[in-house]
């Protein structure tokens, strides 16, 4: 069932490899075996699969293979212009031949009147269809071919070709493994799902690859790989959900218990979405059933994560355990502290906040609360996982802005309970499907696709800097109605100093056109230690001031209800998922809003997309699409999070489709065999064994 050992074996063995060329392969792609060797597929394929004659020859600049006889052969120009030039000639018509700088080899070798095969890209001058630096060989009579087919082209390096192992070397190499009639590949698929999806057999697709007849049959076994990746990636992910839930306890909480009954009775500021119903009945099951909860609650900007997070947290307290929740920046978890510290006032929850900047004196009283159980709440940053932090007994963890947080710090929270918590981590912006699968497939879903009652639409524009002026007029407009205004400027790390020139320089001219005492100002950035900070945004959320001016750090995490206009500089700058949470700030209250991007008159085309895409849509899982699309599954996931998705032949936006029938044929297999105890599925079960490494703990951390 599994592969053959000898497979293991060094590329050395073979022919032409030696040691040397064997260490170098190892570290330009890191092929060491002679399984590796298979699984290095070409990076393309040249049709050689039939002669042209050379008036079938139509369109400019393909490939074509052309035989004929050479004639007119000449070197024309001097030293650096020196080309050697000649035509061939078939029954049909005759083309081009030209060389620049030709080799001596050539000039020496071809000769007028022979037959030849050329390959090469034509490209059209005039009337007439002309070859540059051709591949071309000697026929030795006109009948004759020579390696019709199919070519594979490896990837190579300059260190590799300096070496000598050419790509002939590396056919030659493979040719000789797969030729043989059982190479000792195990195919790991089942012969159920093989035939169900038509798929080539292991052995069949690794031949294909690397000698192809036709290029649809590469297409075939190319996605027969693709499928195999990503069918393994959603069995590992769903045989671990399933694992966690056969083998993890969790704490049953078997009532809701009073607490949550008190507060959703008497104390909740609004009526909750049926959305948000659903997800806490969701949540509220888990939290019965006696397992580990692992939730992932995914919901647009503004859709009310927050009250979603506090009634679980409730859940929990009330039934005498405790409760934390993460946030990633200190004003975001700020911004939830002081919203729960005062939705909760007049209930018998004791809640804190725990953050860098919180002092060695109030953090020493923290811990000790949190140990001896008199703190239930505790609201904070990444603080909160480090190891001298320790609870009495934590029933659930929500982390909020899921995004920013590593796999290997939600493992560090997994372990500050005999029994684990319950886990609940909130995006921030929604994630899109494809994502949300590979990165979360262990994960189960709730979704709140419903916003609160009362939004209006926000009116979004872009505004090219000639238009500044009508700007300006629009926004004095709106405050002379009474209503408060956002301005934001990057900050993006790399040219920080640059920045702030930006801003300042912007700080400025917005002083001069809204002059004192008629209209106040606030201004926020980075650099501001945190009580100058929170002074300022409090002066803009009692209405004191009526224009905040500020660099991205009110991206989280404010929320004042009268302020209708967000006006974005730069816009260009700044990706698709921060000007949609930037959006978010406004439209809360009940008065129109707008969002006006403004940007240069010359942009990136991505950057061109982006602010049509934010024009044109308000719906954050439309824009995480568009995003994915522009910027890829590695960037949209953060570079702490890339590394769990190692794909080497597949790609979730180009291969989505493979990627739900691979999620469809993982739930199929697991549903018949949760345990993969049956002889057809052994093979799956040693590669999901290798890709789990034997270490099933980790893979219970989620
Ligand atoms: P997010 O999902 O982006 O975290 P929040 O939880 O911050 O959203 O909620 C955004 C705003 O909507 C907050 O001011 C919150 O009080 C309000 N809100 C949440 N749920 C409702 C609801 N059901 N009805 C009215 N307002 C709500
Ligand atoms: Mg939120």
């Given at each position: 069932m599994?592969?053959h050992?000898s497979?293991k074996?060094?590329v050395?063995?073979l022919?032409?490899f030696g040691?040397?060329?064997a260490?170098l392969?190892?570290?330009e792609?890191?092929?060491?075996?002679l399984?590796?060797?298979?699984?290095h597929?070409p990076?393309?394929?040249v049709d050689?699969?039939?002669f042209?004659?050379?008036?079938e020859?139509?369109?400019d600049?393909?490939f074509?293979?052309?035989?004929?006889?050479?004639f007119d052969?000449?070197?024309v120009?001097e030293g650096?212009?020196?080309r050697?030039?000649g035509e061939l000639?078939?029954?049909t018509g005759?083309?081009?031949l030209?060389?620049?700088?030709?080799?001596q080899?050539?000039?020496k070798?071809l000769?007028?009147?022979?037959?030849?095969?050329?390959?090469?890209?034509?490209s059209r001058?005039?009337?007439?269809?002309?070859?540059a630096?051709?591949?071309?060989?000697k026929l030795s009579n006109p009948?004759e071919?020579?390696g019709?087919g199919?070519?594979?082209?490896?990837s190579?390096?300059?260190?590799l070709?300096?070496a000598g192992?050419?790509?002939?070397?590396i056919?030659?190499?493979?040719r000789?493994?797969?030729t043989?009639?059982?190479f000792?590949?195990?195919?790991?698929?089942?012969q159920t799902?093989?035939?169900k999806?038509q798929?080539?057999?292991?052995?069949?697709?690794?031949r294909t690859v690397?000698f192809?007849?036709n290029?649809?049959?590469v297409?075939?076994a190319?996605?027969?790989?693709?499928?195999?990746?990503l069918?393994?990636l959603q069995?590992?992910?769903?045989?671990?959900?399933?694992?966690?839930?056969?083998?993890?306890?969790?704490?049953?909480?078997e009532h809701?218990?009073?607490?949550f009954?008190t507060?959703?009775?008497h104390?909740?500021?609004?009526e909750l979405t049926?959305?948000?119903k659903?997800?806490?009945?969701?949540?509220?099951?888990?939290l019965g059933?006696g397992v580990?909860m692992?939730?992932l609650l995914?919901g647009?900007v503004?859709s009310?994560k927050?009250?979603?997070?506090?009634?679980s947290?409730?859940?929990?307290?009330?039934?005498?355990?405790?409760a934390?929740i993460?946030?990633?920046?200190?004003?975001l978890?700020?911004?939830?502290?002081?919203?729960l510290?005062?939705?909760l006032s007049?209930?018998?929850?004791?809640?804190?906040?725990l953050t860098?900047s919180t002092?060695?004196k109030d953090?020493?009283?923290?811990f000790?609360d949190?140990?001896?159980?008199?703190l239930?709440?505790?609201i904070?940053t990444?603080a909160?996982i480090?190891?001298n932090?320790s609870?009495?007994d934590?029933?659930v963890?929500?982390?909020?802005?899921?995004?920013?947080f590593g796999?290997?710090q939600?493992s560090k929270?997994?372990?500050?309970?005999k029994v684990?918590?319950?886990?609940?981590v909130m995006?921030?912006?929604?994630?899109?499907?494809?994502l949300?699968?590979s990165?979360?497939?262990d994960?189960?879903?709730s979704?709140i696709?419903?916003?609160?009652?009362?939004?209006?639409p926000?009116?979004?524009?872009h505004?090219t800097?000639?238009a500044?002026?009508?700007v300006?007029?629009?926004?004095?407009?709106e405050?002379?109605k009474?209503?408060?205004?956002?301005?934001v400027?990057?900050?993006i790390q790399?040219?920080?100093t640059?920045?702030y020139?930006d801003l300042?320089?912007g700080?400025?001219s917005?002083q001069r056109?809204?002059?004192?005492p008629q209209?106040?100002?606030?201004?926020?950035?980075?650099?501001?230690n945190?009580d100058?900070?929170?002074?300022?945004?409090?002066r803009?959320?009692?209405?004191?001031?009526?224009?905040m001016v500020a660099?991205t750090?009110?991206e989280v995490?404010?929320n004042?209800?009268?302020?209708s206009?967000m006006?974005?500089e730069?816009?260009?700058?700044f990706?698709?998922?921060?000007l949609?949470?930037?959006r978010g700030r406004v439209?809360r209250g009940?008065?129109k809003?707008?969002c006006i991007?403004m940007?240069?008159?010359?942009i990136?085309e991505?950057?061109?997309t982006?602010?049509e895409a934010m024009?044109?849509?308000?719906n954050?899982?439309?824009l995480?699409?568009?995003?994915?699309?522009?910027?890829?599954?590695g960037?949209?996931?953060?570079?702490q999070?890339s590394?769990?998705?190692q794909l080497?032949v597949?790609?979730?936006?180009?291969?989505?489709e493979?990627l739900?029938?691979?999620?469809e044929?993982?739930?199929?297999i697991?549903?018949?065999?949760p345990?993969?105890?049956?002889a057809?599925?052994?093979?799956?079960?040693?590669?999901?064994?290798?890709?789990?490494?034997?270490n099933?703990?980790w893979?219970y951390i989620?």
């Open positions: 599994s592969d050992p497979l074996n060094s050395s063995l022919n032409g040691k040397h060329r260490e392969l190892n570290k792609f890191g092929i060491e075996s399984y590796d060797l298979l699984f597929f990076i393309r394929y050689k699969s039939r042209y004659s050379i008036s020859i139509r369109s600049q393909t074509v293979l052309v035989k004929g006889v050479l052969l000449r070197t120009g650096r212009t020196k050697l030039v000639k078939d029954a005759s083309l081009d030209v060389w620049f700088k030709p080799p080899f050539l000039l070798t000769k007028n009147g022979q037959v030849y095969q050329v390959f090469g890209k034509a001058f005039g009337d007439r269809y002309s070859i630096h051709p591949e071309i060989s009948s071919v020579k019709l199919i070519e594979p082209i490896y190579s390096t300059e260190k070709q300096k192992l050419s790509q002939r070397i056919k030659e190499g493979l000789k493994m797969v043989a009639v059982d000792g590949l195990a195919e790991n698929l089942p799902l093989i035939k999806l798929l080539p057999q292991k052995t069949e697709a690794i690397h192809p007849q290029l649809n049959q297409d075939l190319l996605n027969r790989f693709k499928f195999e990746e069918f393994f069995l590992r992910l769903l045989y671990k959900k399933l694992i966690g839930q056969k083998k993890i306890k969790g704490r049953r909480f809701v218990g009073d607490l009954l507060f959703y009775k104390h909740l500021p609004f049926n959305a948000q659903r997800v806490i009945k969701e949540i509220r099951n888990d059933s580990q692992n939730r995914q647009d503004g009310g927050t009250m979603v997070a506090l009634l947290g409730l859940i929990a307290i009330g039934n005498n355990s405790q934390a993460i946030a990633p920046t200190e004003i978890a700020q911004q939830h502290y002081n919203d510290v005062s939705l007049s209930l018998p929850v004791n809640v804190a906040l860098g002092s060695k953090r020493k009283v923290i000790e949190l140990l001896s159980g008199e239930h709440l505790i904070g990444h909160l480090e190891d932090v609870f009495k934590l029933g963890a929500i982390i909020d802005e899921q995004h920013r796999v290997a939600r929270l997994w372990k500050k309970a684990p918590p319950h886990i609940l995006t921030a912006t929604p994630i899109p499907r494809t949300a699968m990165h979360y497939g994960l189960d879903v979704l696709d419903e916003l609160p009652p009362g939004r209006k926000i009116l979004t524009q505004r800097d000639s500044r002026l009508k300006f007029q629009f926004m004095k407009s405050i002379a009474g209503r408060q205004i956002y301005i400027y990057p900050l790399e040219s920080e640059l920045d020139k300042m320089d700080y400025e917005i056109e809204f002059p004192l209209y106040q100002i606030s201004i926020v950035h980075g650099g501001m945190s100058a900070k929170a002074f300022e945004m409090r803009f959320e009692k209405g004191e001031t009526q224009i660099t750090v009110i995490g404010v004042v209800p009268n302020a206009v006006v974005i730069s816009a260009e700058r990706g698709l998922s921060q949609h949470q930037l439209g009940a008065e809003s707008y991007l940007s240069g008159s010359k990136s991505d950057a061109r982006r602010l024009v044109s849509t308000q954050g899982f439309e995480s699409e568009i995003d994915l699309q522009l910027r890829g599954p960037d949209l996931m953060g570079t999070q590394g769990t998705l080497k597949s790609d979730i936006v180009k291969d989505s493979i739900y029938r691979a999620r044929a993982a739930e199929w697991l549903a018949r065999d345990e993969l105890t049956l057809e599925h052994q093979g799956i079960r040693t590669t999901l064994n290798r890709l789990l490494k034997g099933l703990l893979s989620s």
